[in-house]
């Protein structure tokens, strides 16, 4: 039987679903097909059913050529664009919204936003008000303004987020923090190695080779960003730790995090074309900052911080040199790993380390917070 009839016979006979409208088709969205595709049920005996596939571009609504809860027939029309762009043809949905109309409609609802669009997470708190609930992989809702993620979290009674991938791409970051909080604890701390990038390149450099061939082999790799500032600056590494920061219940504005770039002014004003013939820039500094810790038998680590100081929070992020037995020394490749300190954990951080980027990792992420809504309803 075909994969559309048997899903067809499902929907029959299946307990109800949540439908669910999945936003972006890169690198996280083709994976978040690909795995509710490689599910026997393509989510159905899970509680989600596929219904709208939306990229900048072009968007596919179920009825149109895919059947509701298809999702290897979703994932094989975004593969095939030829065939795509007749379907949305014959599709009567305005491509320049590629939102759709989904609040228009009494069923419960799920957005899985897999884009970096800021006009998809400036949606989010409309579509929580709505009671559409939203799951996200974005950092723009959460880890910009604070009046942002404020909306957001009005939203939250109307509605759920689920945010799991936004930082540590799913990793147990977010749920245990608030888990702890509901627990009664205060979190007072917390330090993390957020950037899979800046990992791998702390992780491997010796004082040695210059910093800058590194970066070029990281960016050969794919670990980069395509112009390499955009890591090295520390701005997504921010986001993380105010996302982190919030969930902690220590409410910051972007601005009160002191963000250290590793990129001089030099390099920071070259065009992008130029950046590569201008990476050396990177090289002295850095060669200093080595020698310095290798002479304390410290090693250098791009840390993002929340820390109690006499009774007031601070965030920063930047580099540090830290002592060898410190809880985030020892991290390997490009995994993250994040030290917080609760009143229960105390003198011991409780330490969560493993891969933190990485579209399957997100795409996982994504759907475990759209199940536990699909099991809460
Ligand atoms: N990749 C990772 O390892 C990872 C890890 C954790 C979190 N994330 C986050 O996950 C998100 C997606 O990452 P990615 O690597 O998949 O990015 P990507 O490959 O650049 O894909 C982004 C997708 O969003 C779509 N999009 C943009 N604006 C849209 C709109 N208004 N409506 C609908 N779709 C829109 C794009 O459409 P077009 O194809 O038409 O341009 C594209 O399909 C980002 O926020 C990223 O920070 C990624």
């Known amino acids: 039987m075909k994969a559309a009839n048997l899903i067809s016979d499902r929907e029959q006979t299946s307990k109800r679903c949540i439908n669910v409208t999945l936003l972006g088709t890169g690198n996280v969205g083709k994976a978040v097909l690909q795995r509710l595709a490689q599910w026997d049920d393509n989510g159905f005996e899970h509680g989600l059913k596929i219904t709208h596939v939306a990229n900048s571009r072009v968007a596919l609504a179920s009825g149109e050529g895919v059947v509701a809860g298809d999702a290897k027939g979703f994932f094989e029309a975004y593969q095939t664009g030829d065939d795509l762009s007749q379907r949305r043809a014959s ?7 590629p939102t759709l109309d989904i609040t228009n409609t009494n069923e419960p609802h799920i957005v899985i936003d897999a884009t970096a669009s800021e006009a998809v997470t400036a949606r989010h708190a409309t579509w929580l008000g709505d009671g559409v609930h939203v ?3 974005c950092k723009l809702g959460q880890g910009t303004e604070l009046s942002k993620w404020k909306s957001v979290q009005s939203g939250r009674q109307f509605a759920q987020y689920g945010d799991s991938a936004t930082v540590g791409a799913g990793l147990p970051l977010l749920r245990s923090i608030r888990e702890l909080r509901q627990g009664g604890d205060r979190v007072t701390g917390i330090a993390g190695v957020l950037s899979g990038t800046l990992a791998w390149l702390f992780n491997h450099y010796d004082g040695m080779r210059p910093f800058s061939d590194l970066v070029r082999q990281a960016r050969e790799a794919g670990y980069t960003e395509p112009d390499p500032r955009d890591d090295l600056c520390g701005e997504d590494v921010k986001r993380k730790i105010l996302i982190l920061a919030r969930a902690a219940g220590v409410e910051i504005d972007a601005d009160d995090v002191e963000v250290t770039s590793l990129v001089p002014e030099e390099l920071q004003a070259v065009a992008a ?4 013939a201008n990476l050396s820039l990177l090289d002295t500094a850095l060669r200093e900052r080595f020698a310095a810790a290798y002479k304390n038998r410290e090693k250098l680590i791009f840390v993002a911080e929340l820390k109690l100081v006499d009774g007031r929070y601070r965030a920063t992020v930047g580099l540090q040199s830290l002592p060898l037995d410190h809880p985030l020394v020892g991290g390997s490749g490009t995994d993250n790993k994040v030290a917080i300190w609760s009143d229960r954990y105390n003198a011991q951080p409780l330490v969560i380390q493993g891969p933190g980027a990485g579209a399957e990792v997100t795409a996982a992420g994504l759907l475990d917070d759209a199940l ?4 809460s309803l």
């Not at 536990?372 to 099991?375: E, P, S, T, V």
């Open 91 to 97: 599709l009567n949905c305005d491509v320049k919204k």
């Open 135 to 137: 799951v996200t992989a």
């Open 273 to 276: 074309t130029d950046v590569d």
């Open 372 to 375: 536990r809504i699909a099991r």
